[in-house]
């Protein structure tokens, strides 16, 4: 018998009907989400007290890259895990200095809820090698 996600997503995409559909797909998971275009406005978030277990963010958006976003999120919650998506494929979203570890977790659009599942609960176990850096500093 399993048991209800109790993770907290933070989701930011700049394409409004994605972004519904994302948030309803994880609110029917049993995931607590918050989500909105503004990468700001994420930041603003993952700074206040409370939980945040993952950033769920596209990697071309408005106003701040996807990466840069990572980067900042991860500055100030470095214990949560970041999923990339994007409507490109890795090799492409690589030229958005996405720099995903072997065997990171990305999501590519268009998604189903089940591909949404396995990225989100493969993104919340993932470990990256412990010999792999960013080639971006994180902290």
């Given at each position: 018998?399993?048991?209800?996600?109790?993770?907290?997503?933070?989701?930011?995409?700049?394409?409004?009907?994605?972004?519904?559909?994302?948030e309803?797909?994880?609110?029917?998971?049993g995931?607590?989400?918050?989500?909105?275009?503004?990468?700001?406005?994420?930041?603003?978030?993952?700074?206040?007290?409370?939980?945040?277990?993952?950033?769920?963010?596209?990697?071309?958006?408005?106003?701040?890259?996807?990466?840069?976003?990572?980067?900042?999120?991860?500055?100030?919650?470095?214990?949560?895990?970041?999923?990339?998506?994007?409507?490109?494929?890795?090799?492409?979203?690589?030229?958005y200095?996405?720099?995903?570890?072997?065997?990171?977790?990305?999501?590519?659009?268009?998604?189903?809820?089940?591909?949404?599942?396995?990225?989100?609960?493969?993104?919340?176990?993932?470990?990256?090698p412990?010999?792999?850096?960013?080639?971006?500093?994180?902290?």
């Amino acid at each position: 018998m399993s048991t209800a996600p109790t993770e907290n997503i933070i989701v930011v995409d700049d394409a409004p009907e994605v972004l519904a559909v994302a948030e309803d797909m994880l609110r029917t998971m049993g995931y607590a989400v918050i989500s909105t275009a503004d990468p700001h406005a994420a930041l603003r978030l993952a700074r206040r007290p409370g939980s945040i277990h993952l950033l769920l963010t596209d990697v071309v958006i408005s106003l701040m890259s996807g990466c840069q976003l990572a980067q900042e999120f991860r500055k100030v919650r470095p214990e949560a895990k970041v999923l990339f998506m994007s409507g490109y494929n890795v090799e492409a979203a690589e030229a958005y200095r996405v720099e995903l570890a072997p065997g990171e977790p990305f999501l590519k659009k268009p998604f189903t809820m089940d591909e949404l599942q396995r990225a989100v609960t493969a993104a919340l176990v993932y470990r990256p090698p412990a010999t792999w850096r960013r080639e971006h500093p994180q902290r």
